[in-house]
């Protein structure tokens, strides 16, 4: 973001410079039409995508310039005049340059801020109870752990669990449940997630099926016992590569 700023700074620098340039060397009697294309061109950047805008920008300043052209050609106007004319288009030209440059620059530091936001908002789940992994987190030291677990033939399996009730998921709940798998499971060996705002993620190596019915018996007597009833589901899956594993669960390795 640092840089993008610096350039938004050059941008805005060279454009005041412009607009200063063409009031003092351009007389205002031929230059108005540049500004009014200028404020246009303003309302037309703040509507529409950078795509669309450059698109514009390059209309302008080919139908401008060839208007200019065709002006010049049918009134026969001298060198010196024709210069004029020229420096008009060049600098209408450059000032809608530095505009698009200026406002693309602009929208994408918004939407760094905005995704910077997000992502704050995401992590900042994950900070109040130890232990409790982002999905990136998770992902990676899955990933490692399964090469360890291959090298040494070993078996992991994943396990999912789903508020089934959209009405009673919030965070207090998808909370405690995972203060709940993080007291069950084997804590520094086995790791767990918060995948979205319902579903918990655990990740449990060197185990075989009975050990994880084991670990899922004993999570589901501590839900129950604390939480009296919360409508849930469970879904179970050895693990291979944790691409593999996620899309047997329909999930997608998504990240922050």
């Keep these: ?19 200063l340039s063409s009031i003092v060397f351009l007389p205002i009697e031929k230059s108005w039409v540049n500004y009014v294309i200028v404020f ?24 401008y310039g060839f208007g200019l052209t065709y002006y010049c050609f049918k009134n026969g106007f001298p060198i010196k005049d024709q210069i004029m004319y020229i420096l008009l288009h060049l600098f209408l030209s450059a000032i809608l340059l530095l505009l698009w440059l200026l406002f693309d620059r602009l929208k994408r530091i918004l939407d760094e801020g ?12 994950y900070n ?10 998770f992902i990676n030291q899955a990933t490692i752990l399964i090469t360890g677990l291959k ?30 798998c993080i007291d069950t499971i084997r804590i520094n060996y086995d790791i767990i997630t918060r995948y979205d705002d319902n579903t918990l ?15 899922l018996n004993r999570i589901k007597d501590n839900i129950k016992r604390e939480l009296v009833y919360i409508p849930y589901s469970v879904d179970i899956t050895t693990v291979e590569t944790i691409e593999s594993a996620f899309k047997n669960m329909n999930l997608q390795v998504k990240s922050l």
């Design 201 to 215: 993620l655990i990740f449990l190596q060197n185990t075989n099926q009975q050990g994880t019915d084991i670990v």
């Design 151 to 180: 090298r040494r033939k070993e078996e992991s399996y994943l396990l999912k669990l789903n508020l089934v009730e959209e009405k009673i998921t919030n965070y207090s709940v998808i909370q405690t449940i995972a203060r709940i």
């Design 1 to 19: 973001m640092g840089k993008s700023l610096n350039s938004l700074l050059w941008y805005t620098s060279l454009l005041v410079a412009l607009l």
């Design 128 to 137: 109040d109870i130890p232990h409790l992994l982002s999905i990136n987190e």
């Design 40 to 63: 246009i061109y303003l309302i037309v950047l703040m509507n529409t995508s950078s795509a669309k805008n450059f698109i514009t920008l390059l209309v302008i300043s080919l139908t």
């Design 114 to 125: 905005e995704m910077l936001k997000l992502r704050v908002r995401e992590l900042e789940k």
